[in-house]
């Protein structure tokens, strides 16, 4: 059966495109390298078409898919499983940018584009696309939608489902939907665009999409501020929110020893700011270059006088402002570089978070003494990446085997008593798909698994993931 498949890949995307053997651990380890597969086969389209040649060829043989794009997400969803009996379907060769709308502000964009490629190809043209993360260099739009992806901007301009508009999808049969809609209104039936965003490669492949685009601003503006405590973070925000309105496009929160771990490990990076309990980036775009300075100014002067902050920086030049951000960016690659850690990727009211963090912070401490919190992220959207590190010296991947479980069990039975997300943007995957069934009302989890059952009932797209 296997040969049958083999020969039926090659004739879809060229022998060109298919690899079996040699080092495929690029497409079979995630960027965590906490899961490793094997794949039967990398099979790497070139067109829709091809897609949905393979996605046939497989559906014909009852082997499973694993779409991938760039391979940067955080809950082992895009790699196979060890079996060696999956099919790993790379998009990253669907790049081309299809067409652009001006004055639809739209562009028409292939799954696999890169996305800091299509923030690059929008800005040639004088707009923004908004979508803006760490991973930005080689993740791609169409994992991007898949994992209905967030990042920095979300405050202002909305998740990965918010900027899309439509899709194209090679359904598990093989089909092609076509549903590339520029439009902002269409209420014609159950939305199939908002059924594929987040569903991770399990209910068809994303081939294409068209997505919103904005006009760039005139100016972009951004600051650092310290602060005493979680709660003068979240007043922050409230006073930034009158003070700037919509403008307000980033407010993000780095906990000291976030900031602490970026010194270790990239010294060379600059912290424009003395240590504090907290650190606040704060980004506001404006229409135009006079007004933006000034007005977080204002704002940073207000907050320093209530003493709401303690210290604050604002950049000078653009290269301040992108060292600013760097700072932030760097704060998964330097825990990387600390080692393996659990990642809570957590969602919460904004008002629940001080308490939050306070308790959750105690017990923690309490059950495991010495125990290292990693805590940062889009305090904005109520999200953040509340990460905890093995106590210093202590074999990372020993701390991880004995204290995983129950490290999620506290941190999500706190977030679920403050109403919160036990997954806020990086998606369900491999790693959380069973809290997803501990934790999801039997009713919600019914009608996934009704949907799942309905779209792929052989369950040949990405079985193991989500439901
Ligand atoms: P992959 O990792 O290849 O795949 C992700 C999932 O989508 C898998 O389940 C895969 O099967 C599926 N998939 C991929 N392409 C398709 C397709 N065309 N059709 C159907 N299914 C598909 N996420 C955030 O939301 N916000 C952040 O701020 C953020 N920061 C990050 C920082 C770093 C340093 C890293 C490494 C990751 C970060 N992420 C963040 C995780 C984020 O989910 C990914 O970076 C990105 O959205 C995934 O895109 P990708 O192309 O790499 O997808
Ligand atoms: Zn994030």
Do not use: H, I, N
């Given at each position: 059966m296997s040969a049958k498949l083999i020969e039926a890949l090659r004739a879809a995307v060229g022998a060109a495109h298919m690899m079996t053997e040699g080092d495929l651990s690029a497409y079979e380890l995630d960027w965590r390298r906490r899961y490793r597969g094997k794949a039967l086969a990398v099979v790497r389209p070139g067109s829709t078409a091809e897609v949905a040649a393979v996605v046939r060829a497989c559906a014909a043989a009852g082997v499973s898919l694993v779409p991938q794009g760039g391979n940067t997400g955080l809950v082992g969803g895009g790699v196979p499983d060890a079996s060696g009996r999956q099919v790993l379907?790379?998009?990253?060769r669907l790049n081309k940018i299809r067409h652009i709308d001006a004055d639809n502000l739209t562009f028409t964009v292939e799954a696999g584009c890169v996305l800091q490629t299509l923030q690059a190809a929008a800005?040639?043209?004088?707009?923004?696309f908004p979508l803006s993360l760490a991973a930005e260099g080689s993740c791609t739009i169409g994992g991007n939608l898949a994992s209905n992806a967030g990042g920095t901007q979300v405050l202002r301009y909305g998740n990965a489902r918010e900027l899309c508009l439509g899709l194209e999808v090679v359904t598990p049969q093989g089909e092609v939907w076509e549903g590339l809609s520029g439009l902002r209104k269409d209420n014609t039936g159950y939305d199939l665009r908002d059924l594929y965003i987040g569903s991770e490669g399990t209910l068809g492949v994303i081939t294409a999409a068209t997505l919103k685009l904005f006009p760039l601003p005139g100016a972009v503006t951004t600051a650092?501020?310290?602060c005493d405590s979680i709660d003068a973070c979240v007043a922050l925000l409230r006073l930034a929110r009158q003070h700037l309105g919509a403008g307000l496009t980033g407010f993000e929160v780095m906990e000291r020893f976030a900031l602490a771990l970026v010194s270790r490990h990239f010294p060379q990076l600059q912290q424009p700011l003395p240590e504090a309990p907290w650190t606040?980036?704060?980004e506001l775009a404006t229409p135009s270059e006079d007004t933006a300075r000034a007005q977080l100014e204002a704002l940073l002067e207000t907050a320093l006088e209530s003493g709401l902050v303690s210290d604050a920086a604002l950049a000078a030049s653009l290269a301040q402002a992108k060292s600013m951000w760097h700072l932030r960016e760097s704060i998964p690659l330097a825990q990387a570089e600390e080692g393996l850690n659990i990642k809570n990727d957590i969602a919460l009211p904004v008002s629940a978070i001080p308490e939050f963090v306070r308790s959750t912070d105690a017990a923690l401490r309490?059950?495991?003494?010495?125990v290292r919190l990693v805590n940062f992220g889009h305090l904005g959207d109520g999200n953040l990446h509340y990460n905890v590190q093995?106590?210093?010296?202590?074999p990372a991947a020993e701390f991880l085997q004995a204290h995983e479980r129950a490290v999620n069990t506290l941190v999500y039975d706190a977030v679920q008593r403050w109403g919160g997300s036990i997954s806020a943007e990086h998606g369900i995957g491999a790693l959380k798909r069973d809290e997803l069934a501990a934790r999801k009302s039997p009713v919600a989890l019914g009608l996934m698994r009704t949907l799942k059952a309905a779209l792929d009932p052989a369950?040949?797209?990405n079985p193991?993931?989500?439901v």
């Open positions: 379907l790379s998009l990253t800005e040639t043209q004088g707009f923004l650092l501020a310290s606040v980036l704060l309490v059950a495991l003494p010495g093995a106590p210093e010296g202590e369950g040949l797209m193991g993931r989500v």
